[in-house]
């Protein structure tokens, strides 16, 4: 399962929202997960099972969709989101990142 | 706290072949599937390979499949990635990465830098 995430940059303010979609190959059940990664670091999970936030992350991150499309928003944009965002589908094997969206500031 | 130390990275020329070790504490490292994850300089993280807990089970991407083998030693605690054959798309950090109940890589390592050329 092959995962195309857009857009690849996202210029955005303070207090906007954000929206990056993951679109998978095939359909699959809820195994697709999004981190955040800045530079020089790991990625950091933020969100697994699609729509379950990893435990400390704050709730203006939210996942959803189903099927073949997934998506993260971000509500109200604060001054450390500005970083990249990957989807991850691992519902089957290979696992597959999105080529990732980053977030600059405007 | 979960801690999860690569080692063996390095320079490395085309062709050669080289063995990263991911040491792990914090957990029961014996209970939890483990992954690779690489990422080129300036791209995206790529998945490499996965095991299951016990070692029945290994998976791989199909950039690395034949040339690069998973394993892990419960009882020392360590998971290993032998690479062979390997190329200049090769050159990345590796990270080892612990997953978790119904998520999967949750924990990462700090990396190590596998560099192929000659």
């Known amino acids: 399962i092959q995962m195309t995430q857009s857009p690849s940059t996202w210029s955005a303010s303070v207090g906007d929202r954000v929206t990056i979609t993951c679109r998978a190959s095939?359909?699959?059940?809820?195994?697709l997960a999004w981190y955040q990664q800045k530079p020089g670091k790991a990625p950091k999970l933020l969100i697994y099972?699609?729509?379950t936030l990893e435990s400390g992350v704050p709730s203006r991150f939210s996942g959803s969709g189903s099927g073949t499309e997934f998506a993260l928003t971000i509500s109200g944009l604060q001054p450390d989101d500005f970083a990249t965002y990957y989807c991850?589908?691992?519902?089957?094997?290979?696992?597959?990142f999105g080529q990732g969206t980053k977030v600059e500031m405007k | 706290e979960v801690q999860l130390l690569e080692s063996g990275g390095g320079l490395v020329q085309p062709g050669g072949s080289l063995r990263l070790s991911c040491a792990a504490s914090?957990?029961?490292?014996?209970?939890?599937?483990m992954s690779w994850v690489r990422q080129a300089p300036g791209k995206g993280p790529e998945w490499v390979s996965g095991?299951?807990?016990?070692?029945?089970?290994?998976y791989y991407a199909d950039s690395v499949k034949g040339r690069f083998s998973i394993s892990r030693d419960n009882s020392k605690n360590r998971l290993y990635l032998q690479m062979s054959s390997l190329r200049a798309e090769d050159t990345a950090v590796y990270y080892c990465?612990?997953?978790?109940?119904?998520?999967?890589?949750?924990?990462w390592g700090q990396g190590t830098l596998v560099a192929v050329s000659s």
């Open positions: 095991i299951t807990a016990s070692a029945d089970k290994t």
């Open positions: 991850l589908q691992y519902n089957t094997y290979p696992w597959a």
């Open positions: 095939q359909s699959f059940n809820s195994w």
């Open positions: 990465g612990k997953d978790g109940s119904e998520r999967p890589v949750q924990h």
């Open positions: 099972k699609t729509s």
């Open positions: 914090g957990f029961t490292f014996g209970n939890y599937i």
